[in-house]
């Protein structure tokens, strides 16, 4: 089966075909079938809102049926292994969507698994984030190829996932992150420390979280190295004209950004929830239908 771990594993053509399907299945969301009567196991071992929401109204668009499971009521939290659970699960179900934090239980799973696995988000990687943000992206400016995107902040798997599959699409990524929260070089991505350096010419400026669950130690250590990366109006002016600020949610106004810029006129940051859905749809037809 065809999995989608990292988004490395499209080429840079099948990209550019899911997004314009995507597109597509925006415009007519009940138009194609390609789950009628099949069930798809959404497994969250992590709490979420936008992912676990639009994968289920997706599965649920695209005539499936959302299995959702949380690993706290299943036999994966009391010692079955993931290669026990992908063996079972795969009797079942279409496609097996997963959020975890090692990327390794994810491989796991998907090494053991006949039907096709997806990232929902691990520590390393969140490609399905990527995905809505590149149709966002696309829908904003009508294309992809030759944009710059600067991703200002931590450099965690929201930026890898970027990194990896803005490079896929022709997107200049560049991530801009003070010492200590630097991304390691990725093919194709541009690191920079100053986040000035970093929005110039930038048609999108991206950010996240500054505090994560299990941060709550170094919890002001973080908002004082990472204040500087706070997008605001006045960041967004150092940007290239008309250029929007994008976040993957959840947000924290008044940290990573400003009430103002994210509640404004300059963001597609509600599209890009949105996004998710039409993405993920996308992606699921894509990799159902090769395997
Ligand atoms: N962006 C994102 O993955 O949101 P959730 O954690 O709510 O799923």
């Known amino acids: 089966a065809r999995h989608f771990l990292t988004g490395a594993e499209l080429s ?96 796991e799973l998907a090494a053991h698994a006949s039907v096709p696995v997806v990232n929902m988000l691990t520590a390393g990687h969140h490609p399905c984030q990527a995905l809505a943000d590149l149709l966002t992206l696309r829908e904003a400016f009508g294309r992809l190829e030759g944009l710059r995107l600067a991703y200002v902040g931590d450099g965690n798997n929201v930026a890898r996932s970027l990194a990896i599959l803005g490079a896929l699409a022709g997107v200049q990524v560049v991530v801009s992150s003070p010492p200590g929260y630097r991304l390691e070089p990725v093919a194709g991505a541009e690191l920079v420390e100053d986040p000035a350096e970093a929005v110039a010419g930038a048609n999108a400026v991206y950010t996240d979280v500054w505090v994560s669950m299990g941060d709550e130690a170094t919890a002001d250590e973080r908002r004082s190295a990472l204040a500087p990366y706070r997008i605001d109006d006045a960041l967004l002016d150092r940007a290239a004209p008309g250029a929007i600020a994008l976040h993957c949610l959840p947000a924290h106004p008044g940290e990573e950004i400003s009430a103002e810029v994210l509640y404004g006129d300059r963001q597609r940051i509600w599209d890009e929830a949105e996004n998710r859905r039409h993405a993920q749809k996308a992606l699921l037809e894509l990799l159902v239908s090769a395997s």
């Open 12 to 107: 840079s053509e099948e990209l550019a075909a899911l997004i314009d399907r995507a597109l597509e299945m925006k415009r007519a969301p009940l138009a194609a079938r390609p789950l009628e009567g099949r069930a798809v196991a959404l497994v969250f071992q992590k709490p979420s809102t936008r992912t676990r929401v639009s994968f289920e109204a997706g599965v649920f668009e695209l005539g499936g049926h959302p299995l959702v499971l949380r690993t706290d009521e299943m036999q994966l939290s009391r010692g079955e292994s993931p290669r026990d659970t992908a063996l079972v699960l795969s009797r079942h179900v279409a496609a097996i969507g997963v959020r975890t934090g090692p990327d390794e239980m994810l491989a």
